[in-house]
């Protein structure tokens, strides 16, 4: 059949929809995605391993490997897309748009476009033996759940101990970044005739000493933990949305708030979040009403991966810039859970991902490939 030309795989990738959403009627399968790669790269003569994800009909995650034995580089992405609003683009999001120097579609920055650059830097070294492997991890639901990532435990990649994550950088190395925690609490107090608070306990009305304490311990986390390399270098907590009662005269019956948490590496989501529930037991004995608190998901912890590590200082020395940090969440801290130096750097740009006429600038392709050939060279050719 014979392998496509690098823009003839950035279209495909782009024709074929691969939508992660938390709401149902918007979630799609990406197995078109991962069935494309995994042909090309056993064209390469890599070896594919198609991993179906448990509990999520139609997700799976592709681990293609060339080469074996312990350590190497993992080149890494996920295969999914946000949703999007095709009336607000001046083009097509399913499809490859050359204008301007650029190649629109969605997806081509955040993030199936760096999956053709990875091949493309392969394909110089087929005739090379690889000393130590080369592996193309390429993953479901990273815009939605991370389920893809989390069930990456039982794969093979735990021999691994680099990965390069291709999330939109502008080809700048990040080591750090912040995780996300989604959280929500359900208050249910009884409703009752406005005219004698006595009839009732209003649950909008413990609502606001619930926020009162999350206003409360957000600035005493804030006071314990700084971070100099964030450009906000303290943990957020924002409180996102709320709902609550049906009629100004009745004693609100039910309140619901959700909220995000961005903490900083080091923090430890499972001490936050038992900071927070026991502040609400207290309110909920005080105000004899009951309180729910739940993850909206299971969130993503803080990357931190250090300074000296080898990764840290190749990507250094190849891009001429200081590993720094972002805001952003993504599957690294999965990465480093697995043993793994984890570095994000991408040809991308953040501030196309997710927006309408989301590119990638054409000028940005081949120095891409220049860093992932010398990445492959000095990690698995020389090691």
Not at 215 to 238: E, I, K, Y
Request: a negative charge; glycine letters at 8%.
């Amino acid at each position: 059949m014979g392998l496509p030309s690098l823009k003839a795989q950035f279209e495909a990738l782009l024709k074929a929809p691969s939508i992660s959403c938390t709401q149902p009627e918007h979630d799609q399968s990406n197995m078109e995605v991962i069935n494309l790669l995994a042909g090309w790269l056993e064209e390469l003569g890599f070896s594919c391993e198609i991993q179906a994800i448990e509990g999520q009909p139609g997700k799976a995650n592709l681990v293609a490997i060339l080469g074996s034995g312990p350590g190497g580089l993992v080149l890494a992405g996920h295969t999914d897309t946000v949703p999007c609003n095709p009336e607000r683009w001046n083009m097509d999001p399913f499809a490859l748009t050359e204008a301007d120097g650029r190649w629109y579609g969605l997806g081509s920055c955040d993030m199936k476009g760096f999956f053709p650059l990875i091949i493309e830097a392969v394909k110089s070294y087929l005739d090379r033996p690889f000393r130590q492997p080369l592996i193309i991890l390429a993953t479901a639901d990273e815009e939605s759940s991370m389920t893809g990532a989390r069930a990456l435990v039982a794969s093979s990649l735990h021999h691994a101990r680099h990965a390069v994550i291709g999330e939109p950088t502008g080809l700048k190395p990040i080591r750090v970044h912040k995780g996300i925690l989604m959280e929500r609490v359900e208050i249910t107090g009884q409703a009752g005739h406005s005219s004698d608070p006595s009839l009732g306990r209003n649950a909008l009305e413990a609502m606001h000493s619930v926020i009162g304490e999350l206003v409360a311990l957000r600035s005493d986390w804030q006071r314990r933990w700084q971070n100099p390399l964030f450009s906000v270098p303290v943990p957020t907590m924002n409180l996102g949305c709320i709902h609550g009662g049906d009629n100004p005269n009745r004693i609100c019956g039910t309140c619901a708030l959700e909220f995000d948490i961005r903490p900083l590496p080091g923090m430890d989501p499972d001490a936050l979040r038992a900071e927070i529930n026991a502040r609400l037991k207290i309110i909920a004995a005080e105000q004899q009403i009951q309180i729910e608190y739940l993850p909206l998901f299971p969130g993503v912890p803080p990357l931190d991966t250090a300074a000296n590590a080898p990764l840290v200082q190749a990507c250094e020395q190849l891009t001429g810039y200081s590993a720094g940090s972002v805001a952003f969440a993504t599957e690294g801290p999965y990465l480093n859970q697995l043993g793994m130096q984890t570095l994000i750097l991408g040809p991308g740009d953040i501030d196309q991902a997710h927006q309408p006429d989301e590119f990638l600038a054409m000028d940005r392709i081949d120095p891409t490939v220049k860093i992932l050939r010398q990445l492959i060279e000095r990690f698995c050719l020389s090691a």
